[in-house]
């Protein structure tokens, strides 16, 4: 299996436009996870989707930020308007099953420079 | 709130000895589940031990074990036999309700 895949690995992007980030978790694993990981606050949990229902999202810093998972082999993190301070590296990660005591699989991780 | 915290932002150990990293948490749930992940420079996370909160025996995976005291609210990893591999930032998380919390990290230094 290739593992939880990232895209892009590396953006940079101008404040006020769009960014959508991308996310295929492994194949089988019902539960994705959103990360978003900043020297200043850590690895923030932004939010959480169950068989393809989000379950949690309060981790969504504002309105900005929306998420998506429309089939269990997709997901997107979008951000719109962006701004400099939603630089940060963007993880996702799966898990087999809802029973989170199961190991979380990481991504690479996108890292997202807004100027 | 949930929280979980790691007091100690860096730690150095030398080759071969043993190190080890401070977590405690605060939670009004009883059933919950502690983690210890590894981010190496390559960014990537990876799990390196994980500990049932109703279970009483400590969890060891090979070099890696951890002290858990419910009461007192606290999970320390240790590393016994330090390798130069182990250099990385050593995450602790808990998990409960649908909650995943993580600390800020303690980067762990191996001298050779």
Redesign the interface.
């Known amino acids: 299996d290739a593992g939880v895949i990232q895209s892009p690995r590396h953006e940079v992007t101008e404040m006020g436009q769009e960014v959508t980030l991308r996310c295929k978790p492994i194949s089988g694993h019902n539960s994705l996870f959103w990360y978003r990981q900043t020297m200043m606050r850590g690895l923030e949990l932004l939010i959480y989707f169950n068989n393809n229902v989000p379950i949690d999202d309060s981790g969504m810093p504002e309105d900005r930020f929306s998420a998506k998972m429309p089939n269990a082999s997709f997901s997107t993190l979008k951000i719109q308007p962006s701004e400099p301070r939603d630089s940060a590296v963007y993880f996702c990660a799966s898990i087999w099953g809802s029973d989170s005591y199961n190991e979380q699989f990481f991504g690479p991780g996108t890292r997202l420079t807004v100027l | 709130a949930q929280t979980v915290t790691q007091s100690q932002p860096e730690m150095s150990v030398q080759e071969a000895e043993t190190v080890t990293l401070s977590c405690t948490y605060d939670t009004s749930e009883s059933d919950y589940?502690l983690f210890w992940?590894k981010q190496p420079p390559?960014?990537?996370?990876?799990?390196v031990i994980?500990q049932?909160a109703y279970k009483q025996q400590n969890a060891t995976e090979n070099r890696f074990s951890v002290n858990f005291q419910k009461a007192a609210k606290s999970f320390s990893l240790k590393i016994s036999d330090s390798q130069l591999g182990d250099a990385a930032m050593y995450?602790c998380a808990w998990?409960g309700t649908?909650?995943?919390?993580?600390?800020?990290?303690t980067r762990l230094k191996v001298l050779a």
């Not at chain 2, 390559?42 to 799990?47: E, G, K, P, W």
């Not at chain 2, 649908?98 to 990290?105: E, L, P, Q, R, S």
């Open positions: 589940y992940y390559s960014r990537q996370m990876i799990l994980r049932e995450f998990w649908y909650k995943y919390i993580f600390g800020t990290g």
